[in-house]
């Protein structure tokens, strides 16, 4: 990563260790370009086209004063004679994850957001997307236009799907090869914190997705330069990234200096970090926990709440507990049980890993609702085995687990990117949004969904390989065919199609069933800043009661409750309680005897008054 250490009575910027540190003397600029490289005999560095052998030090670090470099001059590193190799911690992209990178002066842009102090995960709505299919133009910039939307809709938080450089010009973002460079098809790095500084602007916190389990197939060089990757464990992916095998020191810190530099540099809240399952580490101090330590110390110098928000498969509430208390330090987590457990209720589906969720669906929602996770210790069919360790609901507050209704994975690994709304009626797609927004989690919301978005989101590739392009299209095809699905209904990965049809149209928000969608999720929202016991996170004080035979489920938070019949025909549901006020409903209950009588499908949030 390319910066600049500007003397002569000019600012000083420092940071830990990058390739390129630059020097004015008088008019003229020297650069010490840096890399590590512990395996390769020899080292050169070629910028703008002219080559500077390196010299090594004892810890695999090569070093080269370079005269003139500076902002936009492009370089590469020649590994023994070999070809030139982007740098591993390039900050810069532009002609792509195999071509040269190019240097990067983070001083050079003008922020506008020297009042904004920040977000914190408690009391926040999340919102989730994907920057080449939240607009027709699939930008940075082009997002930018949507923001007023998030404003009015009522969001705190802008999750964004990975932008690191991946190879060619559509993805998901989760084949990564340059972690420290901004894709550039979005806009680069310049355009990531024009969208920052607007978000902020308004109000908007914004969450990167990062992704340190893995690298993509295409554009990796890392293993060139050194031992970045281990045999010592295995993931899905092959050989897991080395966090504590020899030469880990290295590679933890490249980890841990990326999650700065977005932070820092880029002004980003939060991080959103993918699959830390996969993240093997058998070190005395686990690399989350190291991780969680360095942002607290960064928040501390910043002075603005940073936060770290883990997917992980485990479930073990060790994921959410304080560095201090023997846990790994996550601000927060995302909770797929409590998403299983909705989809399934909601849905019926019970193939894969919603099959123990669809065994007593009712009661997935209940032990999800009020304890986070299903698989607490239980046996999971899926995996074959116990699974996971009970969330202590006295100890650990519902705001630490995100709750939604869909994500881009339980939408996107489908196999023809269907959202939840396409295949239910109405009415139970806002009883589903009404339990997540009404839940002790921090709610989470995936783009489109608040109004019922028409277009699917499907996976996409652009893979310039045609071998790996061709290996990834068949693997798809041959992933759902063994649920059913015939091989020409599955949409092509490589088809710019499928990038189409994934793309939101906004202008459908203006049609009746969008646009009462849309107000349900308003009024949701609303509702739950205005009512301080829709939010509140103690997981000890929800409580719920419900009738599997006849579909209905009441929730009960403080005063209030949410009072569900998923039935497909109206019937009464009791309630304890000497009056109802109806705060908010999807269709108009009737007073009935002990109760409500609520309407096919539909979702009320009453005040109840005790009796006396």
Known sequence: MAFFEVLDMELIVSERRGCAQGRWVGSSAVTNMTVWAPLPRSVTVVVDGASFAMERSDDGWWSAHVPAAAHGSDYAFVLDDGPPLPDPRSRWQPRGVHGPSRVYDHGGFAWT?????????????FYELHIGTFTEGGTLDAAIERLDHLVSLGVDVVGLMPVAAF?????????????????????????LKRLVDACHARGLAVCLDVVYNHLGPSGNYLPQFGPYFTEKHQTPWGAAVNLDDEGSTEVRRWVIDNALTWMRDFHVDALRLDAVHALEDDSPVHVLAELSREVDALSVAVRRPLSLVAESDLNQPTTVLPVDGGGLGMTAQWSDDFHHALHALLTGEGQGYYADFAEAPFEALTRTLTGAFFHDGRHSSFRGAPWGAPVDRSRVPGWRFLGYLQTHDQVGNRALGDRIGHGLPAGLARVGAALVLTSPFTPMLFMGEEWGASTPWQYFTSHEEEALAEAVRAGRRREFAAHGWAAEDVPDPQDGATVAASTLRWEERSEERHASMLGWYRALISLRRSEPELSDPRLDRVAVVCDARARWVVVTRGSLRIVANLAAAAQPVPLEGEAYEVLLASQPPTRAAGGLTLPAEAVVIARVTPRP
């Open 113 to 125: 957001d020297g009042s904004w102090r920040g977000t914190a995960v408690p009391g926040a709505v």
């Open 167 to 191: 190879a060619g010009d559509a993805g998901w973002g989760y084949d990564g090869a340059h972690p420290y460079a901004v894709h550039e098809p979005y806009g680069g790095p310049d355009a």
